[in-house]
Structures are given as structure tokens and as C-alpha cells.
């Protein structure tokens, strides 16, 4: 007698795309709904390092008027389960992310997009270099680039090499940022994805920005590589220092 084969609700979707397509969509706004509801509770404490400045023009101000003007591109580097970050970037219509080919990129590609950031679609493993060509094209524009480092399937918090080729390719630095929340539920997935309760305080961290060489050789993209992923590690052994001091 054969073995019975398990029911799994994805086998459906997968059975059935048109199904799927109304899936993908009402979970994009469920996403959306959720992030802005965060966003509007959120109270944000913002350590911005000195050579961040010029590229951190606003923090927590997604629905405010924010002046951009002569403001330099650059690339924030964050880990894939801080990717709360993006949601204390502003403006979003000067920022691009980039969003998995899977079907769950879809989602977030679509929430990200309601929510006022650019999207190129790609990852490490799939579209990798048509998304590397466009995340360039982008930088051209005067935009800066959103980019989990890790992703997207780790291993966790190890910076990924195609972030440093992607800013070399586009001529801009990186600035790396970690965040954390006074309370946080955490999915058990790879990443260990973080989300902020609602009218928790956050806190953010945006380190010395780090400066591509140019003519870069290989062993220079490695040392850069390894820099961004200390310097992130680094950063994120910090965030709960700013909780035993006290902040509300």
C-alpha cells in the first residue's frame, strides 16, 4: 500500500494560479495595512555617525514633506531580518528595493510598491544580475538602494558579495544600519525576522559609511565585504545597549 501523500495548502495555490494571483495580492495589502500601522505608532531614536549625515536626510518621516535637494546617493546595507529599517528611510520615492523572484518576493514586492519605494525584481540566486543592472540605473537617477546583505536565504548576517559589487558598479558608498525594538516578535525562520510591537520604540543605528576603492581587484571586494559585515555585527552587538540606559 502506497505511502498517503500529506495535504499542503501551497499545493492548492500552485494547482490553481488564479487563485494563487488573488492570494498574493490580498496578502501585498494585508502587508501594506500592517507596516503603515506600525509606521504611524512607531517612536524612533535615530544615532546617525558623522559621516552618515549627508545621507541620512530623515528618519521616521515617510508621510512628510522631506527636501531632498543636493542630497547624495548611497546604499543602506541592513540585515534581512531588520527589514523593518526601510520603514525610517526617507523619502521612499527616492529609494529602491530589491524583491525575490519567489512568490513571497511578489508580496513584498507589491507591499513595498504601496508603500511608496521603488522595486527591481531579482536575488543572488535568481534574476541576480538583470536586478544588479537596475539597482545601477537607479543610482543614476539620484536614488539610493535598499539592500539586505544576507539575503535571501542566508546564513544569517553574513554580507553576501553582490552588495559590494553592486555599489563599486554604481560609484556610491555604503552605509550600514541595524535597528531594534523595546519589544519585538520574532518569526522562527532563518533570519529571525523582527517585528516591532505597535507604539514600541525603536532604535536605529546608521554607521560610518564605507568608501569603495576604485579599481577594486577581488581580494579588495573581500575586504570590503568583510568590513560592511563587521561593521554591521558590530552595530547590532550595540542596539541593547540603548535599553539598559534607559531610553522610553
Given at each position: 500500500m502506497g505511502?498517503?501523500?500529506?495535504?499542503?495548502?501551497?499545493d492548492v495555490f500552485l494547482k490553481?494560479?488564479?487563485?494563487?494571483?488573488?492570494?498574493?495580492?490580498?496578502?501585498?495589502?494585508?502587508?501594506?495595512?500592517?507596516?503603515?500601522?506600525i509606521d504611524d505608532s512607531f517612536r524612533a531614536t535615530a544615532v546617525i555617525s558623522p559621516g552618515a549625515k549627508p545621507f541620512v536626510i530623515a528618519v521616521n518621516q515617510s508621510r512628510r514633506p522631506v527636501p531632498i535637494a543636493n542630497a547624495p546617493s548611497c546604499l543602506f546595507a541592513y540585515f534581512h531580518g531588520q527589514m523593518v529599517t526601510l520603514m525610517a528611510l526617507a523619502p521612499r520615492s527616492r529609494m529602491t528595493t530589491i524583491a525575490s523572484n519567489s512568490r513571497d518576493g511578489e508580496m513584498i514586492g507589491r507591499a513595498a510598491d504601496?508603500?511608496?519605494f521603488g522595486t527591481v525584481r531579482g536575488s543572488s540566486t535568481q534574476g541576480g544580475m538583470k536586478a544588479g543592472r537596475e539597482l545601477v540605473r537607479e543610482s543614476n537617477d539620484d536614488r539610493c538602494i535598499l539592500f539586505n546583505v544576507d539575503g535571501p536565504r542566508g546564513p544569517r548576517h553574513v554580507a553576501k558579495k553582490s552588495v559590494i559589487r553592486v555599489a563599486e558598479l554604481a560609484g556610491i558608498p555604503i552605509v550600514?544600519?541595524?535597528?531594534?525594538?523595546?519589544?519585538?516578535?520574532?518569526?522562527?525562520s532563518w533570519d529571525k525576522y523582527m517585528i516591532p510591537w505597535l507604539h514600541s520604540r525603536t532604535v536605529y543605528i546608521f554607521?560610518?559609511?564605507?568608501?569603495?576603492?576604485?579599481?577594486?581587484?577581488?581580494?579588495?571586494?573581500?575586504?570590503?565585504?568583510?568590513?560592511?559585515?563587521?561593521?554591521?555585527?558590530?552595530?547590532?552587538?550595540?542596539?541593547?545597549?540603548?535599553?539598559n540606559v534607559g531610553i522610553n
Open positions: 505511502k498517503e501523500k500529506k495535504f499542503r495548502l501551497r490553481y494560479p488564479l487563485l494563487d494571483k488573488f492570494r498574493v495580492s490580498g496578502l501585498a495589502n494585508l502587508m501594506s495595512i500592517g507596516v503603515t500601522m504601496q508603500m511608496g550600514p544600519v541595524v535597528c531594534d525594538g523595546r519589544k519585538n516578535l520574532t518569526v522562527r554607521g560610518e559609511p564605507i568608501f569603495l576603492k576604485e579599481d577594486m581587484n577581488d581580494d579588495d571586494r573581500e575586504a570590503a565585504r568583510a568590513t560592511l559585515e563587521e561593521r554591521l555585527r558590530g552595530m547590532d552587538s550595540r542596539l541593547t545597549d540603548f535599553w
